[in-house]
Nanobody, 120 residues
Framework: QVQVVESGGGLVQTGGSLRLSCAAS????????MGWYRQAPGKQRELVAR?????IYGNSVKDRFTISRDNAKNMVYLQMNSLKPDDTAVYYC????????????????WGKGTLVTVSS
């Protein structure tokens, strides 16, 4: 009933920039937070950034990435600057603490991911 769809991934050179977008749709009453996570080959999924009442960044992306959110549109964005090869990963968008219309429960929903490749 809830769909989370990322866009904006691609190939970029070291030092370049990309802007990722994510839209959550469906019979949504409210979303507590939205965030970006990434997973590189052979590594665990890690937090990139999350925005709700507060904003959190992973240590590896602080001062380079900026997360923003449009609550009215249920969208979240990730501006990535000064990209490094270590940023290469599949980036996943998460809608966190989603309450559906007519429900008192909250669940998390994940997108399928978008690939970001940073060439050296």
């Amino acid at each position: 009933q809830v769909q989370v769809v990322e866009s904006g991934g691609g190939l970029v050179q070291t030092g370049g920039s990309l802007r990722l977008s994510c839209a959550a749709s469906g019979s949504i009453h409210s979303i507590n937070a939205m965030g970006w996570y990434r997973q590189a080959p052979g590594k665990q999924r890690e937090l990139v950034a999350r925005i709700g009442d507060s904003t959190i960044y992973g240590n590896s992306v602080k001062d380079r990435f900026t997360i923003s959110r449009d609550n009215a549109k249920n969208m979240v964005y990730l501006q990535m600057n000064s990209l490094k090869p270590d940023d290469t990963a599949v980036y996943y968008c998460a809608a966190i603490g989603v309450r559906l219309q007519g429900s008192n429960y909250r669940s998390d929903y994940w997108g399928k991911g978008t690939l970001v490749t940073v060439s050296s």
